[in-house]
Structure formats: C-alpha cells, structure tokens
Antibody, heavy 119, light 107 residues
Framework: QLQLQESGPGLVKPSETLSLTCTVSGGSISSRSYYWGWIRQPPGKGLEWIGSMYYSGSTYYNPSLKSRVTISVDTSKNQFSLKLSSVTAADTAVYYC???????????WGQGTMVTVSS | DIEMTQSPSSLSASVGDRVTITCRASQDITNYLAWFQQKPGKAPKPLIYAASNLQSGVPSKFSGSGSGTDFTLTISSLQPEDFATYYCQQYNSYPFTFGPGTKVDIK
C-alpha cells in the first residue's frame, strides 16, 4: 500500500527557505502513471495547490507562488522535495504531499507537516 | 485561474439526514472534479474523482454528480463519522484550485 510521509523543519525564520521532503513507500516514484504534488493549508483556512511534478522532472507551479517555489525529485531515494524561498508569516501552514493519477485526482496523501514561519 | 465556489459554507444536520453540497466552477471543467472530506487535524480524504466516481474504499452513501460548471456531493444518510468539512477541487487545468469548503456539523 502506497504511503507518503512529509519531513522537514517545523520552524523557519522569515526571509529564509522552507525545505520539505516527501518520502514515498510501497511504490515507485518513477512510475509513468503518477504525478506528485504539494498542497498547503494555513491554520483555519482552505487548501491551496502549490505545485506538481512528473518523475521525469517536468514541473507545474501555482503562479501565485511560482517565483519562490522549486519542486524536485530524487528517484534514488524515492523522494520528492519542496523548496519555498523568502518565506513570510503568510507561508505558515500544514504542508501535504500527495500522489495524483491523471483522471483520478489526488488519491493518496501524506499526513501533513506543520511549518511555522517566525523569528 | 478557475475559481471554485461551494454552497452552503456550513450546514447543520441530524444523523440520518440526506445532505447535498454544491460546487460551481467559474468555467467549464468537463468532469475533472474531485471531492475530499477533512476532519480536524487530519489530511483530506479523497472521496470522489471525475465528478461521480468513488475512490477505492469509500462507502456508497457518498455520491457525486454534475459536469461542466455545476456539481453536487450527496451523502444519503448522514452518520456521526460524516461530520467534517468537504472540499471540491478542479483538476481540469493548472493551477488546480479548491473550493472554500463546506462544514457539516451536528444539529
């Protein structure tokens, strides 16, 4: 059974770079059938899609964050990563990683990791 | 960007009630519409993909319908475990966007 697990610092200082990793277990990140994505949710608010990537390295970002976001893959570790630069308090959120199958939507999610931006 | 709206934003219902939530897209998304259930402190749980198809393991009391711009999620007989917030999401085109959510609580 496929499982996703987010990891990374829970506290990031303003203006620094937020870095998170999603480890995929029970399946291969290199499958041609899947896309991998990041979604976030500020406390008490709704969901925001950050971006997605294909194992080949193709990436798709939310224009609202595009200038600050990088999503990359490490197939040797079966992981993909999120980097969000120049963070502010507005980037405080629970960050989720998820798998998407075209037509089937995001069907497997990680448990989420809370990231607080504060000095 | 495609804007997703949901109505109502919240509702109160009793166990056994039939509940319907509406989701509207600002432009045609054919049937690329998903529904998620989220409970406090938990990740969203996928319920429905392609507007009307149940994700694996989701009970048949959940159903979805619609195409184009108007969609509905129906819970046929509300049970205590169904009290949660429900989100729709379009994946017809980037950037993917979510509705603001509908909170279902106990009357």
């Amino acid at each position: 059974q496929l499982q996703l697990q987010e990891s990374g610092p829970g506290l990031v200082k303003p203006s620094e770079t937020l870095s998170l990793t999603c480890t995929v277990s029970g399946g291969s990140i290199s499958s041609r059938s899947y896309y991998w994505g990041w979604i976030r949710q500020p406390p008490g608010k709704g969901l925001e899609w950050i971006g997605s990537m294909y194992y080949s390295g193709s990436t798709y970002y939310n224009p609202s964050l595009k200038s600050r976001v990088t999503i990359s893959v490490d197939t040797s570790k079966n992981q993909f990563s999120l980097k969000l630069s120049s963070v502010t308090a507005a980037d405080t959120a629970v960050y989720y990683c998820a798998r998407r199958i075209p037509y089937y939507a995001f069907d497997v999610w990680g448990q989420g990791t809370m990231v607080t931006v504060s000095s | 960007d495609i804007e997703m709206t949901q109505s109502p934003s919240s509702l109160s219902a009793s166990v056994g009630d039939r509940v319907t939530i509406t989701c509207r897209a600002s432009q045609d998304i054919t049937n690329y519409l998903a529904w998620f259930q989220q409970k406090p402190g938990k990740a969203p749980k996928p319920l429905i993909y392609a507007a009307s198809n149940l994700q694996s393991g989701v009970p048949s009391k959940f159903s979805g319908s619609g195409s184009g711009t108007d969609f509905t999620l129906t819970i046929s007989s509300l049970q205590p475990e169904d009290f949660a917030t429900y989100y729709c999401q379009q994946y017809n085109s980037y950037p993917f966007t979510f509705g603001p959510g509908t909170k279902v609580d106990i009357k």
